[in-house]
């Protein structure tokens, strides 16, 4: 069973920028949440999808969005670049909804550099 | 709103020793689970184990077991028999309500030779 994809692997853009990262969930998987992984900040939680649907959103500004397909892949989206936002962002996705299950299979992550 | 702590930013043990990493948490959650994921360099986090907060018995999985104190909101992690390949960031995690997992900022376990 192929695992979590996330592309691009690594990316690099510039301030002022916005940028779109994909996630493919194993298949069968409803479910696609979205972090944020900083040395400074660690695991946040950007927001969950479930089918289709927005279920959870964590504390980030409205330049942070996001989408689920029906066929359950990912996208998110940072719009207007900060260099704040250099980080890894990991996908993750789970059988069920968060709430329900709990148990996170994630992929390698999208490292993007803001210069 | 859940919030977890791990108060070792770092530990280092030989290899074939025991150790624990601690953790502690708060939620308001009535039925909410607690992870354990490890993260190794420049790999995918996986899950080392999983806590049901309403079962009183300790999870195990192999070489790895859980002290979970409810009332004490901790949550340790217990190593047996370390291994080289047991080197990694460990995320204690706390799940099971409205804001997807809440995750402590990790302790980063060197094995040595």
């Known amino acids: 069973k192929a695992g979590v994809t996330q592309t691009p692997r690594y990316l690099i853009k510039t301030r002022g920028q916005q940028v779109t990262l994909s996630c493919s969930p194993i298949s069968g998987h409803r479910s696609v949440s979205w972090y944020q992984q900083t040395p400074g900040q660690g695991l946040q939680f950007l927001f969950e999808y479930f089918s289709e649907t927005q279920r959870n959103k964590g504390n980030f500004p409205g330049r942070f969005s996001g989408r689920q397909f029906s066929n359950s892949r990912s996208e998110m989206n940072v719009s207007t670049l900060e260099l704040g936002d250099s980080a890894l962002y990991l996908c993750a996705s789970s059988g069920g909804e968060l709430r329900n299950t709990g148990e996170l299979f994630f992929g390698e992550g999208s490292r993007l550099t803001v210069l | 709103a859940q919030t977890v702590t791990q108060s070792q930013p770092e530990m280092s043990v030989q290899e074939a020793e025991t150790v624990t990493l601690s953790c502690t948490y708060d939620t308001s959650e009535n039925n909410y689970y607690l992870f354990w994921y490890k993260q190794p360099p420049s790999r995918q986090m996986i899950l080392v184990i999983r806590?049901?907060?309403?079962?009183?018995q300790n999870a195990t999985e192999n070489r790895f077991s859980v002290n979970f104190q409810k009332a004490a909101k901790s949550f340790s992690l217990k190593i047996s028999d370390s291994q080289l390949g047991d080197t990694a960031m460990y995320f204690c995690a706390s799940g099971g309500g409205a804001d997807g997992l809440t995750f402590g900022k990790g302790t980063h376990l060197i094995i040595q030779p």
């Open positions: 806590q049901e907060a309403y079962k009183q």
